[in-house]
Nanobody
Framework: QVQLVESGGGLVQAGGSLRLSCAASVRTSATYPMGWFRQAPGKERDIVAGISWNGLSTYYAASVKGRFTISRDHAKNTVYLQMNSLKPDDTAVYYC?????????????????????WGQGTQVTVSS
């Protein structure tokens, strides 16, 4: 099973930017669709963005579209989430997820049930 390690979280003022990284432990992660989710206190874990294994398909939650960008670097076994124009409502623990089954298909997945491996999360706090 793949291990996922997130980094890059922190405290930032509203309007600022952060880049989250998710490093995978195995080279075969390059074949996995990947996603970013977030969970605020007292709320459910929601999709932020997803990316297909080849990077050709992406999905964004409506609340982040135009502000966040998901990307991946196969050579580094890493997926990124560039977050710009951050708002206090973006405050949450951000989780990286991988879908390690299903073979090759150029799909980006948007439901937590579509993923079977999860990182430990990284805190993002946006102050007003």
């Amino acid at each position: 099973q793949v291990q996922l390690v997130e980094s890059g979280g922190g405290l930032v003022q509203a309007g600022g930017s952060l880049r989250l990284s998710c490093a995978a432990s195995v080279r075969t992660s390059a074949t996995y669709p990947m996603g970013w989710f977030r969970q605020a206190p007292g709320k459910e874990r929601d999709i932020v963005a997803g990316i297909s294994w080849n990077g050709l398909s992406t999905y964004y939650a409506a609340s982040v579209k135009g502000r966040f960008t998901i990307s991946r670097d196969h050579a580094k076994n890493t997926v990124y989430l560039q977050m710009n124009s951050l708002k206090p409502d973006d405050t949450a623990v951000y989780y990286c997820a991988a879908r390690t089954y299903g073979g090759y298909n150029s799909a980006a997945y948007s439901r937590s049930g579509d993923y079977d491996s999860w990182g430990q999360g990284t805190q993002v706090t946006v102050s007003s």
